[in-house]
């Protein structure tokens, strides 16, 4: 005699709910993935905007109500709670859909459809970064999990809802937003605008975890000052670049310090608040001795630590350390503040879009998912800061291969992670026959 687990109230689905399981078109889930590689939209051009376009009109297409606006940069920039651009922008625009009544949404799926550069072309597969070609079972290309396969995914729950003919007590929204990867411009500019909910889940890639919080980062900027002379008599001038060492050094001893004491959610990851320098530049002339050093990098920020805190961490460090050496004594770093702003954020773990979540993989996956963070800023801190909206991650894809080369996503993982999405939305927006 076989025994068959007693299903719990969680793992049971209503008709309703099937029905839009048995919607989703994986085929076009994947096609829609393809599609969007193909689009390379790298944060700030013009490719960013086309794709937002593509987003408008896809959603009004499936039948939700679309608000697709221009966003005003200049008022942006002058909002006292701007979160910082890295990459030049001339223009931006906010896709929301909506589907439903009025009402605040009870569910938002949000995804940010800009892409990091590429970087070597030779890293590639076929040397394409924008091919969206598929080999072993996985979509490859830039964006293929950070993060156009949640954008996808979103997309097709959307249909989802829509082809099922279910109806809804309650009114579901996708966001797609732009800027992420510089500061989070978009999300600011959609929480502005209002378009609040009564929580979200940003559909990043998470590794098969729900992300409850997220670590921050700000970005600096370094200049060791030195004194320039031939190469040949170099002992007559300072070296920014040896002058950099001690400083260096003193940072990467700040980053130990930093990351002794892990929040829980971070089990598991040996440094969740990295301090990475990302460009150096020092010099002009191969047979002078460099009077300039400048270094830019990111400074992780811990979670709950205030912005203000992490940034006096560094600069008390930069200065300390130019105390113990007579030339910088005499010439300070000087540390500076630009890029994007990410502060930490996390949800309240009692909220119950984490029980809901947790239970919609368990039906769908059937696995118990466990409870993370995530080492990097994200949209997170701004839905729920500025929103106000309880936000969490869960969403395709592994999230090691994120901006690196040879991203790519597992197209299983891709469907699986699609239809626990789906179950959520159908739940949590009380979807009905
Ligand atoms: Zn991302």
Redesign the pocket.
Known sequence: MSHTPTPTATDHVTRAEARVLDAIDEDALVDTLVTMIQIPSVTGTDAESYIQSWQARHLAEIGFDVDYWKLDLDSLAAHPDFPGTEAPRMEGYGVVGVLGSTELPALILQG?IDVVPTGDLNNWEDHNPWSGIIKNNAVHGRGAC??KAGVAANLAVARALVDSGVKLERPFAVHSVIS??DGGLGAFATMLRGHIGEAAVIT??TSGKVVVANAGSLTFELRVHGLATHGSTRLAGQSAFEKFLPIYAAIVDLERVRNVHRDPLFKGNPMPCPISIGIIRAGDWVSSVPDLLVAEGRLGVLLDEELSAARSAFEQTVANACKQDPWLNDHPVTVTWQGGIFASGRIDLAHPLVQEITDAIRTVENRNVSLGAAPHG?DLRLYAGIGGIPTLHYGPGDVRL?HGPREQVDIIELIRTTRSLALLAARRCGAYL
């Open positions: 940010h950070d993060m992420e990867e990043e890639p994200s994120a």
